[in-house]
């Protein structure tokens, strides 16, 4: 039979009423399990469908989820995908991916889009590259519940899940310091981003602490792609051999890859010439030529507990705005060319 099956119909099959074939489809009380099994059984047997957007004028929400992730070539934003999707489908929601290619213009269609498709709320991981938060003010002051995940913009209203950036990066520039590593450069995301922003602080934390200089010269900005830190290693490369930096420390992954790529490029050694490290711990980290000591971001985590949150906003009358951290684990690998105490 056609998807057009209604519940009257079914009911009419069954011999119920239309209310009781209602109740047991959308999992109600006051149906005894035998006649629910009956129904959803000849429910799946005529190829009745839902037909959300009836349920939707009378309950006004679609039970949908808008998501927009900065970029797909990532593997964190896979993973993070598979966590909110594991727990928005267990809640009864269905997920609506847009993909902003770190593009606030193309942001900012993707979330007024999700507006007009009416989801009930968004996770969102900005590409925002400006200090202007006032598009995300709005959105959040027109009442949708947004969830803000890796990538944060505080004070504005709204929940965010993230690891702590600045602890982290910290850490692991501590753990080159702690190893006789002296000459140290941050390859650095844009610091409007907060990623971008709490990673160097991190990296400027940790040279401060052990009495260290930050030099101008030795922090150029990556971005997040190999492409950016391939470009931004070329540029410490191009430096005298004796004002070149004996260590690096990536901002992610993917822009540490680059960089590996124009040292190699330079007729250099990891870790003997240049030693490396990242943040993400990516499938790749530990199949590249020289594996990669970096910081585990627990990706599929970050994403469980955003939906979570989101969720919960959605569905609370008072949800409490929170700042959810997740915890990181340095990885020591062969790039850093020290082993882990």
Request: overall charge negative; glycine content about 6%; charged content about 25%.
């Amino acid at each position: 039979m056609s998807s057009q099956v209604t519940l009257k119909q079914i009911a009419e099959e069954l011999g119920l009423s239309a209310m009781t074939v209602s109740r047991a489809i959308n999992n109600k009380k006051n149906v005894d399990e035998k006649t629910r099994e009956r129904v959803l059984e000849k429910a799946r047997s005529m190829g009745y469908t839902p037909n959300y957007v009836a349920k939707s004028l009378v309950s006004r929400k679609t039970h949908t989820i808008g998501v927009v992730i900065p970029e797909i070539s990532h593997a964190f934003f896979p993973e993070v995908v598979r966590g909110i999707e594991e727990v928005t489908y267990s809640s009864g929601y269905h997920l609506i991916l847009t993909h902003s290619a770190e593009q606030f213009e193309r942001e900012k269609d993707a979330i007024n889009t999700l507006r007009a498709q009416r989801v009930d709320g968004m996770l969102v991981s900005s590409s925002q590259t400006e200090d202007d938060y006032s598009f995300y003010k709005e959105v959040i002051n027109s009442g949708i519940p947004v969830v803000f995940f890796d990538r944060c913009i505080e004070n504005i209203g709204a929940s965010c899940v993230s690891v702590n950036d600045k602890v982290s990066s910290r850490k692991i520039t501590a753990h080159l310091i702690a190893h006789g590593y002296r000459e140290i450069a941050h390859l650095s995301g844009p610091r409007e981003v907060s990623i971008g922003k709490e990673r160097f602080e991190g990296y400027v934390s940790a040279l401060r602490e052990a009495g260290l200089s930050v030099k101008e010269q030795w922090v150029v900005q990556s971005g997040y792609q190999e492409e950016g830190g391939y470009r931004a290693m070329q540029k410490l490369l191009q430096l005298p051999d004796e004002d070149r930096p004996r260590a690096v420390v990536a901002v992610n992954d993917p822009a540490a890859f680059g960089a590996m790529d124009a040292i190699r490029e330079e007729g250099l050694s990891i870790p003997e010439d240049i030693a490396i490290v990242g943040f993400t711990d990516e499938v790749r980290s530990e199949l590249v030529d020289c594996p990669l000591t970096t910081i585990h971001q627990p990706a599929y985590n970050v994403g469980k507990r955003g939906a979570e949150k989101l969720i919960s906003t959605i569905e609370e009358d008072e949800p409490l705005i929170e700042n959810i951290e997740i915890a990181t684990e340095m990885v020591i690998r062969k790039s850093c060319g020290c082993p882990n105490i």
